[in-house]
């Protein structure tokens, strides 16, 4: 049988193998530019790091805002993409690297802001510790993390009674408010939290500053 972990790795090969994935190839959650329209004011030709970036469109997006980008995925066909839609929009300063968010090949305090639309939530919980140690070491003091995950109205999950969902072999789990400050409440102060309702909707979008010290 086959670990929880290569079911994911296989279910994010097939949706780009097949282009059949339940997101945007290209066109970037508007969420997420307003966060990174904020940002440009504040940090300025910033460093960024897009965890889990997948076909690029984020990357790209923070690019053309003037952020120097870094992205990685662990899917080369994803990476691949990335690099060809970059090209195709004539986007220079990304830097596309084929990497586990588990453990990431960057030195400590190497970003000003960590971007992660739609990674948090496919991993499983044992990791999310190290998940979270990953981007804690990488980002500067007083960096930001910009955070798009699903909250407990994403469509997929309504009427059933487990939080945990694996469809077409990958998780899934959906985040309320009270998980997310637990999780990050210690290490991450909240600029800005909205959730997203809708057909699709479901999302929770966050700008979050890293506290000085842990709370
Ligand atoms: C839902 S997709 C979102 C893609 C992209 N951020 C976007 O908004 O279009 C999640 C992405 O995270 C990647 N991913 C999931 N777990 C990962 C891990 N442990 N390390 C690196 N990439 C991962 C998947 O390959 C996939 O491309």
Redesign the pocket.
Known sequence: MKSAAEA?RQY?REAYRTGK?G??ANEP?PYAVDFLKRLERLVPHGSLL??????G??SIAAARLGFRVTA????PL?LSRARRFAKAKKTARITFRQ????SLPFPDSRFDIVLD???LH??RKSDWSAYRAGILRVLKPRGFYVLSVFSAGFRLFRGSRRPWHIKYGAYRRYFTRKDLAVFFGRYFEVVKMTEERGEDGGFWHILEQRRAEPN
């Open positions: 994911n994010f994935h997101w945007a959650s897009d965890i889990g970036c997948g076909e469109r984020h990685i995925d662990f899917e994803a990497a586990d968010i588990l639309y739609g990674c496919h991993q």
